[in-house]
């Protein structure tokens, strides 16, 4: 396998860190990943190491205020001054298509984990024709009116305190309670029950930081946008959707979020849309002590939609 790490300068002069994995120079599919809040690309490595044995070639980004792309612009936990949800979102585009430049004619899925869900929810609203299917991992849905009073609070809190300043209130209102069904030896127990994956996350310096109050309004305003059937008339009805979370995940609230999330989709008459929500596992089931499980049924999801779409699947 080939791993090959590139700095990626987006049409507003922003320089993204991006990670790209391979085993072959003609793969039969494509898979750009969006990793979620706080945490960064290269924590996908097993994943990607295990797409690449089954011919995928994986791409994947660190957001803006995010690991290494974050680091580098110093501004961890900061998207942009103006209309940041969407500016990452953009981002995750204009990478898509310069994928789609290296690879022409090669399908690609886009998977997105938790906040990347979020982001790749977006995604379809605004581009979905560049994508062949979409995979949402540890996604929810939340109330419409909760995310508008957290939406005015970050607001607020921003006036007085500083837009850039840490987000230490709406960190712990947004966290609260996540680690109620964990026996809580950390505080971020409740991403995995894999001890060794939690001490790692607890180590790491760009998981687990503390946003911007700027960030949580950006991000708050995404929440609302993705729910909203507004723009929904852009997406396929018949591009795949599959979600994957896990039964003890606190985001997806326990299962009730994510299935609230696919019945919004299926509401706007989309013809394909699964769901697989693992028993015991908890937010980051890519990480969870039965990731192989999760990883067989992720390609043999990919693999039965590239059959439908009459893609080849032999090199």
């Not at 712990?172 to 994956?197: M, P, R, V």
Request: a negative charge.
């Amino acid at each position: 396998m080939q791993e090959e790490s590139f700095w990626f300068c987006t049409d507003d002069q922003h320089d993204l860190f991006v990670k790209c994995w391979q085993n072959t120079s003609s793969p039969k599919a494509i898979i750009q990943i969006a990793h979620g809040m706080v945490e960064h690309i290269e924590r996908y490595h097993d994943f990607a190491t295990y797409l690449t044995e089954h011919n995928f070639t994986v791409y994947g980004h660190d957001h803006r205020g995010h690991g290494k792309t974050g680091d580098n612009a110093n501004s961890l936990g900061y998207f942009a001054d103006e209309n940041g949800f969407d500016r990452v979102v953009q981002d995750c585009i204009e990478l898509t298509e310069m994928i789609k430049q290296k690879h022409p004619h090669t399908p690609i899925f886009l998977i997105g984990h938790s906040m990347g869900s979020f982001v790749s929810r977006r995604y379809m609203m605004l581009e979905p024709n560049h994508l062949t299917g979409v995979i949402l991992v540890g996604t929810g849905f939340q109330p419409y009116a909760l995310l508008t009073m957290a939406k005015q609070l970050a607001k607020t809190v921003g006036y007085i305190r500083g837009q850039n300043a840490e987000a230490k209130l709406m960190n712990k209102l947004t966290f609260f309670g996540y680690n109620k069904h964990t026996d809580n030896q950390t505080a971020f127990d409740w991403i995995c029950s894999d001890q060794e994956e939690v001490e790692k996350y607890t180590k790491d310096k760009f998981c687990g930081f503390t946003p911007t109050n700027q960030f949580f309004y950006d991000l708050y305003t995404g929440l609302q946008w993705i729910q909203s059937k507004d723009k929904t008339d852009n997406i396929p009805k018949d591009l795949p959707l599959l979600f994957v979370s896990g039964k003890e995940d606190p985001v997806g609230h326990y299962g009730e979020g994510v299935q609230k999330a696919v019945a919004f989709y299926r509401s706007i008459d989309m013809k394909n849309v699964n769901n697989h929500l693992y028993e015991k596992g908890r937010h980051e089931i890519l990480n969870e002590t039965n990731k192989i499980e999760v990883f067989h049924n992720i390609v043999t999801w990919i693999e039965k939609q590239m059959a439908c779409h009459n893609f080849t699947l032999s090199l």
